[in-house]
């Protein structure tokens, strides 16, 4: 297999970003078969850690399938060798603050001068523009302003924070989609552009339920983590023995499942739950039918008996659960593999897939600087050039 057999294969990503956003961005261009060269500082790119077998997971997860240059971009020659990489680029891809490339000497508007052909991807929390743009910005900070800590726990309790990382992840997936875009186009137009996307504002469509109940009723919903802010029901979360189910119906050929696995179809005609609007002004009472079914049972019986009768049904999954499950590991999503210095982990692929086109092979990030004689020599710089750049502190 070759990348030859790849939608991206011939495009080559310049990789400048960091922590989560823009390395997920690179990471799917990598999967799709894009020679992906991530320029890390001498010391390496801060998710990297201490690096060695103290390398985190999320580090080996986002960096797959990439090459892995060192470069001082605060020195003039290290600067003179980014533009010389991005002469034979398609693409560069940063996160960094607003104006912190542009300080640099190596924003945008130099770099479409060196190459006119360039797709430059910035991503920031808030934008390139308007007055909030140079508010630093994590994906706790973006959670909190997007509106989806508001939406996120229960009205009895303080705003909470979403699981993970969504809003990195959102604007990484958006920054992809939107530098494949300009790829298209060029092939148009024959030159690139900026792609610029917030992570503020990738996370807006996440809350359209929300929205689309404030427009409707001119009132924020409660935060409620069991229950939908819609006229779904049942929609929720239910306990079992030994952990939790989720439920949701959205037909009533659905509810009439419930009803029967539970064992309560003569419910079916009851006129208090003749439709999804009536069952939810008495939720508390379609709740405690299914609850009282749901404890005398296991999480994986209760599972099993709904999925079977194919509610919309899922068993919430612990991590470790979630890392090992088969499904995931038979479709190739996840793989174990057995790194020299970390040990056996599980990575994910790609979760993009393409019916004509080879699947990834899944490579280990590189090394700090692993790359730097491969894509340093292509520049026509001598093994005596590269060591002297070396001892100078320019890579």
């Not at 409707?216 to 079992?240: I, L, W």
């Not at 991590?319 to 499950?325: A, I, Q, S």
Request: net charge negative.
């Amino acid at each position: 297999m070759t990348d030859q057999n790849k939608p991206l294969a011939g495009i080559k990503v310049l990789d400048l970003t960091q922590i989560y956003q823009g390395p997920y961005a690179a990471f799917l261009f990598a999967m799709a078969g894009a020679e992906v060269i991530k320029v890390e500082p001498i010391s390496g790119e801060r998710l990297r850690g201490a690096g060695g077998a103290k390398t985190p997971l999320s580090f080996a997860m986002l960096n797959s399938n990439k090459k892995s240059i060192t470069l001082n971009l605060r020195d003039e020659e290290g600067k003179k060798l980014l533009r010389s990489l991005v002469k034979g680029a398609d693409v560069l891809l940063e996160n960094y603050a607003p104006g912190v490339m542009d300080r640099l000497g190596v924003g945008w508007e130099e770099l479409k001068q060196i190459n006119p052909r360039l797709v430059y991807g910035s991503g920031t929390g808030y934008g390139l523009s308007g007055p909030d743009m140079n508010l630093l910005a994590m994906d706790h900070t973006i959670q909190a302003a997007s509106g989806l800590m508001s939406a996120t726990g229960d009205s009895d309790s303080p705003p909470s924070r979403s699981g993970g990382a969504p809003s990195d992840i959102m604007g990484g997936i958006h920054m992809y989609a939107g530098v494949l875009a300009a790829l298209q186009g060029r092939t148009a137009t024959g030159h690139g552009t900026r792609v610029e996307v917030s992570m503020l504002e990738a996370m807006y469509f996440t809350l359209a339920s929300e929205f689309s109940i404030l427009h409707e009723t001119g009132k924020t919903p409660p935060r409620n983590s069991a229950r939908s802010p819609s006229n779904v029901c049942p929609y929720g979360r239910y306990p079992c023995k030994d952990g939790w189910i989720v439920i949701i119906c959205v037909a009533e050929a659905h509810w009439h499942s419930v009803l029967e696995v539970v064992g309560r179809s003569e419910q079916k005609n009851n006129p208090d739950f003749r439709n999804s609007m009536s069952r939810k002004k008495r939720e508390h009472l379609v709740d405690a039918m299914i609850n009282a079914w749901t404890v005398e049972r296991t999480r994986d019986e209760a599972y099993e008996a709904l999925r079977a009768s194919r509610v919309p049904v899922a068993p919430i999954k612990t991590l470790d659960e979630v890392r090992t499950d088969p499904h995931l590991h038979e479709r190739g999503m996840l793989q174990y593999k057995t790194h020299d210095l970390m040990g056996e982990v599980i990575l994910p692929t790609s979760p993009i897939r393409f019916s004509d086109y080879d699947s990834p092979e899944l490579e280990f990030f590189p090394e700090v600087g692993a790359d730097n004689e491969e894509v340093y020599g292509a520049l026509n710089l001598s093994v005596e050039e590269i060591a002297s750049l070396k001892s100078s502190g320019v890579i």
